[in-house]
């Protein structure tokens, strides 16, 4: 039985990047806020995802870009340092201390309960903490789930302790013989890190293709530069048998024949240090007593614009991040957190309205904007709909927001595809030597709008925003042409991309 209870009038649970940001924005009207996490404030995101990731990456480009123009190539007389890479790695995962997170999060002003929450009922949980001690937390107005998502581990894999991404963003050994299993981002990002620190990386890819959700450019893109590098890539694969034998994993791996490319089905037996299990997320809603709100243990907690839990009465349960199966990046959970914080604080703005707060309080919060919001205000996450940006990090880089040509053509929009070789334009030329890359706009032809940009080559990540912005701000094209790119840079592109549709 649970011996302490404790009232506020928001409970948030987990502390990830997405759990931080809702409790920030939701405390902005003096609504008090608990957050619940049993592990690291920050989440996945700082300590076994986008930040160790992406210090295990940088190395790689700063090298790829030095040894592409002369003049400094030369300067470049060694390869990567593995050791090095992992104490910045460590430096950038912050030594997997929170201190930092927590110091900023208590000077939010908002209380952090360390220990793991379970609903017992309607804005009842009971907070399981370290010690196993249990209290029982009420939220007098709101509870927002951000519990985040979990590696999915095939069958095939559960005897042979496989890595995920957890173990292989903070390994501190680089396995001779790597086999990525997956074709989807964390097996593209991880096989290029694990291959640059000097690893033998094969990628066993299910499908036809890597980056599926992608253009089919960019995942062909990218698999060209993997094996370019040494990397094996297998499509059409299917892994049968693993098997631990000491330190060695051996596996048995199928192949298609039309991906094999020989004309006929083959087997590959396969002998590796580690296996890199990348097939895949799943929402963390195992055990949270979801059934006591009637909803489905390990299902994802779906979610209407303002955030809101489907099939709960009352509107006081609210879900956002990648427990939502609606967003799988942090940048776009920070969005949704955004939006949840503000549509809470408003909706339940403890301050009486006599005193003028009701109608326009602090930073714009109004309980009756909230209530009369319509898409793209700041109470709807009206972009997580045909506007999502994503960057892999992958070299090239591949960066691409809203529709893709496919899934254009499947809502049923008729589109012009506009595409340009980024190595033609002059500002290439001057980035590096032999610069590929390519990007493509999906126009939307009746609106001559832009609905969907894909971006590949070195250093593209941030040339993602100014379509992004496009595309939610629905520009004509006619409009865009006004938006003059410098001179030489890569943007000049955009340009080009006019050109082409005859602007
Ligand atoms: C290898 C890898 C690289 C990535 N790189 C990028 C990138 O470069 N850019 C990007 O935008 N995205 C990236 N992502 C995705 C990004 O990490 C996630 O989208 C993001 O972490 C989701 O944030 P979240 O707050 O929803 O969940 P999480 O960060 O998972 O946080 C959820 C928190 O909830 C806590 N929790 C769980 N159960 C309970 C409970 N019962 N009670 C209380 N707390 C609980 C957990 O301990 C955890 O701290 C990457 C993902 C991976 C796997
Ligand atoms: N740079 C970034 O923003 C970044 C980086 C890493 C991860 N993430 C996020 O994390 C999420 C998870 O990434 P992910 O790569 O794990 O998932 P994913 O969905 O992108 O890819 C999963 C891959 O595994 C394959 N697969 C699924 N089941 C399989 C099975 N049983 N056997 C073999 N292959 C199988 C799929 O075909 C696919 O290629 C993504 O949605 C992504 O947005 C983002």
Same mark, same amino acid.
């Given at each position: 039985?649970?011996?302490?209870?404790? #009232? &506020?009038?928001?409970?948030?649970?987990?502390?990830?990047?997405?759990?931080?940001?809702?409790?920030?924005?939701?405390?902005?009207?003096?609504?008090?806020?608990?957050?619940?996490?049993?592990?690291?404030?920050?989440?996945?995101?700082?300590?076994?995802?986008?930040?160790?990731?992406?210090?295990?990456?940088?190395?790689?480009?700063?090298?790829?870009?030095?040894?592409?123009?002369?003049?400094?190539?030369?300067? /470049?007389?060694?390869?990567?340092?593995?050791?090095?890479?992992?104490?910045?790695?460590?430096?950038?995962?912050?030594?997997?201390?929170?201190?930092?997170?927590?110091?900023?999060?208590?000077?939010?002003?908002?209380?952090?309960?360390?220990?793991?929450?379970?609903?017992?009922?309607?804005?009842?949980?009971?907070?399981?903490?370290?010690?196993?001690?249990?209290?029982?937390?009420?939220?007098?107005?709101?509870?927002?789930?951000?519990?985040?998502?979990?590696?999915?581990?095939?069958?095939?894999?559960?005897? +042979? =302790?496989?890595?995920?991404?957890?173990?292989?963003?903070?390994?501190?050994? +680089?396995?001779?013989?790597?086999?990525?299993?997956?074709?989807?981002? /964390?097996?593209? #990002?991880?096989?290029?890190?694990?291959?640059?620190?000097?690893?033998?990386?094969?990628?066993?890819?299910?499908?036809?293709? @890597?980056?599926?959700?992608?253009?089919?450019?960019?995942?062909?893109?990218?698999?060209?530069? @993997?094996?370019?590098?040494?990397?094996?890539?297998?499509?059409?694969?299917?892994?049968?048998?693993?098997?631990?034998?000491?330190?060695?994993?051996? @596996?048995? +791996?199928?192949?298609?024949?039309?991906?094999?490319?020989?004309?006929?089905?083959?087997?590959?037996?396969?002998?590796?240090?580690?296996?890199?299990?990348?097939?895949?997320?799943?929402?963390?809603?195992?055990?949270?007593?979801?059934?006591?709100?009637?909803?489905?243990?390990?299902?994802?907690?779906?979610?209407?614009?303002?955030?809101?839990?489907?099939?709960?009465?009352?509107?006081? @349960?609210?879900?956002?991040?990648?427990?939502?199966?609606?967003?799988?990046?942090?940048?776009?959970?920070?969005?949704?957190?955004?939006?949840?914080?503000?549509?809470?604080?408003?909706?339940?703005?403890? %301050?009486?309205?006599? #005193?003028?707060?009701?109608?326009?309080?602090?930073?714009?919060?109004?309980?009756?904007?909230?209530?009369?919001?319509?898409?793209?205000? =700041? &109470?709807?996450?009206?972009?997580?709909?045909?506007?999502?940006?994503?960057?892999?990090?992958?070299?090239?880089?591949?960066?691409?927001?809203?529709?893709?040509?496919?899934?254009?053509?499947?809502?049923?929009?008729?589109?012009?595809?506009?595409?340009?070789?980024?190595?033609?334009?002059?500002?290439?030329?001057?980035?590096? #030597?032999? &610069?590929?890359?390519?990007?493509?706009?999906?126009?939307?032809?009746?609106?001559?709008?832009?609905?969907?940009?894909?971006?590949?080559?070195?250093?593209?990540?941030?040339?993602?925003?100014?379509?992004?912005?496009?595309?939610?701000?629905?520009?004509?094209?006619?409009?865009?042409?006004?938006?003059?790119?410098?001179?030489?840079?890569?943007?000049?592109?955009?340009? %080009?991309?006019?050109?082409?549709?005859?602007?």
């Amino acid at each position: 039985m649970a011996e302490v209870t404790d #009232e &506020y009038d928001v409970v948030v649970l987990g502390a990830g990047a997405v759990g931080e940001n809702v409790a920030d924005r939701a405390s902005r009207t003096g609504l008090s806020v608990v957050v619940v996490e049993p592990a690291l404030v920050g989440g996945e995101c700082s300590y076994w995802a986008c930040m160790p990731s992406k210090a295990l990456l940088r190395p790689g480009d700063v090298l790829a870009a030095a040894r592409a123009v002369p003049g400094a190539a030369a300067a /470049v007389t060694g390869g990567i340092d593995p050791a090095a890479v992992l104490v910045r790695r460590d430096e950038v995962a912050a030594h997997w201390d929170d201190a930092g997170q927590v110091a900023w999060l208590e000077g939010a002003g908002l209380t952090l309960l360390r220990g793991r929450a379970r609903f017992t009922g309607p804005r009842v949980l009971v907070v399981e903490e370290a010690d196993g001690s249990l209290r029982t937390v009420t939220a007098r107005r709101a509870v927002v789930v951000a519990t985040g998502s979990v590696p999915v581990v095939p069958g095939t894999f559960a005897d +042979v =302790r496989p890595w995920t991404s957890r173990e292989a963003t903070s390994t501190h050994r +680089v396995p001779p013989r790597l086999a990525v299993v997956g074709g989807g981002v /964390v097996a593209t #990002e991880l096989a290029t890190a694990f291959a640059d620190l000097g690893s033998e990386v094969t990628v066993l890819v299910r499908g036809e293709r @890597l980056l599926a959700a992608a253009e089919p450019f960019a995942g062909e893109a990218v698999a060209r530069a @993997l094996t370019d590098r040494g990397v094996r890539v297998l499509l059409g694969t299917s892994v049968t048998s693993a098997v631990r034998d000491g330190d060695e994993v051996r @596996l048995v +791996v199928e192949r298609r024949a039309t991906a094999a490319g020989d004309g006929q089905d083959a087997t590959d037996r396969l002998s590796v240090d580690e296996v890199l299990v990348a097939t895949g997320r799943r929402p963390a809603t195992d055990d949270l007593g979801l059934e006591t709100l009637g909803l489905r243990p390990g299902d994802a907690l779906e979610v209407d614009d303002r955030l809101q839990v489907a099939g709960v009465d009352g509107g006081w @349960l609210f879900a956002a991040g990648d427990v939502t199966g609606r967003t799988a990046t942090t940048h776009q959970g920070k969005y949704d957190a955004r939006v949840v914080g503000d549509v809470i604080a408003a909706r339940f703005d403890p %301050r009486p309205a006599a #005193e003028g707060h009701a109608g326009g309080t602090r930073q714009g919060l109004s309980r009756q904007a909230e209530a009369e919001a319509a898409p793209w205000s =700041r &109470y709807r996450a009206t972009a997580d709909v045909g506007a999502v940006p994503q960057v892999v990090f992958t070299r090239p880089q591949v960066a691409w927001v809203g529709r893709t040509h496919e899934q254009a053509q499947r809502d049923g929009v008729e589109v012009e595809v506009l595409a340009y070789e980024l190595g033609d334009l002059g500002g290439a030329s001057v980035t590096a #030597e032999d &610069y590929e890359g390519r990007v493509q706009l999906v126009v939307d032809v009746a609106r001559d709008v832009v609905l969907g940009a894909t971006f590949v080559g070195p250093d593209v990540a941030d040339m993602l925003h100014a379509a992004t912005v496009a595309v939610v701000g629905e520009v004509p094209l006619s409009r865009l042409w006004h938006a003059v790119p410098s001179y030489p840079t890569l943007s000049e592109v955009w340009l %080009r991309l006019l050109e082409a549709a005859g602007r």
